[in-house]
């Protein structure tokens, strides 16, 4: 059995691109797997959120987590601060990570143009944080989307290094783990390129029928196509690529010949790729209410959850202090 690592920032709601991206590999992997998958409540810190923004959104995305078919029996679910093993083994793994290749981190050149007044120490770190959460559990796979190859590649290198300083093979390198063949990227309803966490690009997993239909028919097109059989404009090519993710081949297929013999209303496509959500939304959206009304049920799996982590984190923190030359208890 390998061990399956991964993690999602607790900021607002889970979304289409999180539940498509990640966490029905995570559904699909706890069966087969040792399994850990965490709330990245430290990572959420490079945006300073209040206490009360940190405990609720905690235990928002647990409850979502839950209603996407996580199950505590099966996995390992925890919350990043509940595991102080992680910020050890981030330091060590700090002492072996350069300014140079960290500056070069795209996610991180980002934040830094879109919060000039906020480039702080933890945000310029995040990828070591995030290679600390996969290797103090040794995890061979991560499942992620296609905007963490940067930070996993980041991971393997921190791996690699910490081996050949203290010529060891004490962590493996994680590798991504893709529900497909390739590494997913949904994208968002407002014609840019990823759905995020921004209202009008994004469908979230709680978000009700109605706003669902909404938010699908109010997406960005163009006029429509023109020439038979022409290359799709970037907005429509995402229209189409969100409808291979929700919707049936059948479907797909038929909208294509659509496009291409120019007789493509988006309208009707809209109508369609918004009925197929809805029958994915529908089932976990309730699961979501029913989880996030019981708290004393969500603290419990929390704890339970961090309990296993902690010792399988110790464990390997007690590798890591011996290999580096520090006293064992
Ligand atoms: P976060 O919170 O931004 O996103 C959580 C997961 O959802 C995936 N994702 C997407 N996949 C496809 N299309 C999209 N539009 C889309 N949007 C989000 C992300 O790829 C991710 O898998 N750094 C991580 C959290 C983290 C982590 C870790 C992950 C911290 N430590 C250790 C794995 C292992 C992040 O910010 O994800």
Aim: contains cysteine; glycine residues 6%; proline residues 5%.
């Amino acid at each position: 059995m390998d061990t399956v690592l991964s993690g999602i920032r607790p900021t607002g709601h889970l979304h289409l691109g999180n539940y498509y991206g990640a966490v029905r590999s995570f559904v699909k992997m706890q069966n087969e797997q040792n399994c850990y998958f965490f709330i990245a409540d430290w990572h959420s810190l490079t945006t300073h959120p209040t206490p009360e923004n940190i405990q609720n959104s905690t235990r928002t995305i647990l409850a979502e987590y839950l209603a996407c078919g996580l199950d505590p029996e099966k996995a390992t679910i925890y919350i990043q601060s509940d595991v102080p093993e992680t910020i050890e083994l981030y330091l060590y793994l700090n002492m072996n990570t350069y300014i140079g290749e960290l500056g070069r981190v795209t996610t991180f050149k980002e934040k830094a143009r879109q919060q000039p007044d906020n480039v702080n120490a933890g945000l310029f770190t995040y990828p070591t944080l995030m290679a600390a959460d996969i290797l103090q559990h040794r995890a061979k796979w991560v499942p992620v989307g296609k905007d963490q190859e940067q930070n996993m590649e980041m991971a393997r290198k921190c791996a690699r290094r910490f081996n050949n300083i203290y010529k060891t093979e004490l962590f493996p390198e994680p590798q991504n783990y893709y529900f497909g063949a390739e590494a997913l990227k949904v994208p968002g309803l407002d014609g840019s390129g990823k759905m995020g966490k921004s209202d009008g690009n994004c469908i979230f997993l709680c978000d009700e029928e109605k706003v669902v239909r909404k938010k699908v028919m109010r997406a960005v097109t163009d006029n429509g196509p023109q020439t038979p059989n022409s290359e799709k404009p970037e907005v429509i090519a995402n229209l189409f690529k969100m409808m291979s993710i929700v919707s049936s081949a059948d479907t797909l297929r038929y909208f294509e010949e659509k496009w291409n013999d120019c007789s493509l209303r988006y309208g009707d496509m809209k109508k369609q790729l918004a009925e197929d959500m809805v029958k994915v939304l529908n089932p976990i959206r309730e699961r979501i209410l029913d989880f996030s009304s019981d708290t004393a049920r969500l603290d419990k799996i929390a704890a339970e959850g961090a309990m296993k982590a902690r010792e399988s984190a110790a464990a390997t923190l007690k590798e890591v202090r011996r290999t580096i030359g520090f006293r064992v208890y």
